[in-house]
């Protein structure tokens, strides 16, 4: 049965935005491995779980938990069982019941959740999501559990989390770092576009494409876009995979911002050693450039591992990586979980970028 919320506490979680239920038990908590991926019914956000835990989306919320139990705590007049924990999402139209412009800055959003709840505690930086976001940690008011209070600054929106744990909380941390760091919103992706202290931007991909999929879920073209979800060397379901495993393929990759790229980084989660070339580009001019010295043979990278490229010979910003596999060198599926691409960004520049003539056309 889906869980139904009384207004006092839909005022209270609806800020929080998000909420993760995990188990309290060592071996479900152990494991970070996220091979369920789920995207909410309006689009909005999506983000990995564990194998085993359950998802209620009603209304304006969206929980998930380890247990039914857990999701049953949504409701006011139901405990959180000790040692669990309960997470929910909100949708970004609910926020200013909570008194949270559409322009406020994540402490202020913060404070806002904080004041309705009707507790007291120090917003602090969160080191886990994009630049700028916020966390804070706290016990009492609308709930008597041990919490943390996560707002996530996208480019143009928050993503505010509640993570309500049980009165026995186990090591949560990686699990709860790992789905944080796996989510992505619409308009931007989850975590994972921030700037260094020397103005490079770090970026993950926001679209993918390529040859083809395994399936239209598992190991499909969304699977290597985002940040890495997949920490283990092995057939998993979060990482992208061709349709067959023996022949040649390319997967391409988007991102939302054109920069000088300095360096590329391929996360690999299976067979390494396929990738015979890798090529840069931009979406708007059409220019293209294959890297040099861009194929990792099989022993260069461990599994799992990052196959780590220095574009720097590449005058022109760009926007997309496309990989190109011989997979018939392994043998077997290449399997590929992320790609960041680092670099300046366009608008950073103290002049015009000087394009250079592509060495192939785009025609991928």
Same mark, same amino acid.
């Given at each position: 049965m889906r869980n139904r919320f009384r207004p006092a506490l839909l005022l209270t979680i609806v800020a929080l935005g998000l909420s993760f239920a995990l188990s309290g038990s060592a071996p479900a908590l152990a494991q970070p491995s996220l091979p369920n991926r789920y995207t909410s019914e309006d689009g909005w956000i999506t983000f990995?779980?564990?194998?085993?835990?359950?998802?209620?989306?009603?209304?304006?919320?969206?929980?998930?938990?380890?247990?039914?139990?857990?999701?049953?705590?949504?409701?006011?007049d139901v405990a959180l069982p000790t040692g669990q924990i309960l997470i929910q999402f909100a949708q970004p139209l609910t926020l200013p019941d909570m008194g949270i412009e559409p322009n406020a800055t994540p402490e202020e959003a913060a404070q806002a959740v904080l004041t309705a709840i009707g507790?007291?505690?120090?917003?602090?930086?969160?080191?886990?999501?994009?630049?700028?976001?916020?966390?804070?940690?706290?016990?009492?008011?609308?709930?008597?559990?041990?919490?943390?209070?996560?707002?996530?600054?996208?480019?143009?929106?928050?993503?505010? @989390?509640?993570?309500?744990?049980?009165?026995?909380?186990?090591?949560?941390?990686?699990?709860?770092?790992?789905?944080?760091?796996? @989510?992505?919103?619409?308009?931007?992706?989850?975590?994972?576009?921030?700037l260094d202290a020397d103005g490079l931007l770090h970026q993950w991909a926001s679209d993918a494409d390529g040859t083809s999929q395994y399936s239209e879920t598992s190991w499909n073209f969304q699977q290597a876009t985002g940040a890495p979800d997949t920490f283990e060397c092995g057939d998993i379901v979060t990482a992208w995979a061709s349709a067959t495993g023996t022949g040649e393929d390319y997967l391409v990759l988007y991102y939302d911002t054109p920069v000088l790229a300095t360096? @590329?980084?391929?996360?690999?989660?299976?067979?390494?050693?396929?990738?015979?070339s890798v090529e840069v580009g931009n979406r708007a001019t059409g220019e293209t450039l294959v890297l040099p010295d861009s194929a990792d043979p099989p022993g260069n990278t461990g599994c799992p591992g990052v196959f780590t490229l220095d574009p720097g010979i590449v005058t022109f910003p760009v926007d997309t990586v496309l990989i190109n596999l011989d997979q018939s060198i392994t043998g077997s599926w290449n399997e590929i979980d992320a790609v960041e691409m680092v670099g300046l960004p366009v608008e950073a520049l103290p002049e015009p970028v000087a394009t250079a003539e592509a060495t192939q056309p785009a025609s991928k």
């Open positions: 990995g779980y564990p194998k085993g835990w359950m998802i209620d989306e009603y209304g304006s919320a969206i929980n998930l938990g380890p247990s039914q139990e857990a999701l049953d705590a949504a409701n006011p507790v007291v505690s120090e917003i602090v930086p969160y080191d886990g999501g994009p630049e700028g976001s916020v966390t804070a940690s706290f016990a009492g008011g609308a709930w008597d559990d041990p919490s943390q209070l996560i707002v996530l600054n996208f480019p143009g929106q928050l993503a505010l @989390i509640a993570v309500r744990i049980g009165h026995t909380p186990g090591d949560y941390e990686p699990v709860l770092s790992a789905i944080v760091e796996s @989510i992505e919103v619409a308009g931007g992706v989850g975590a994972l576009a921030t360096e @590329i980084n391929i996360h690999q989660t299976y067979n390494p050693g396929a990738i015979v």
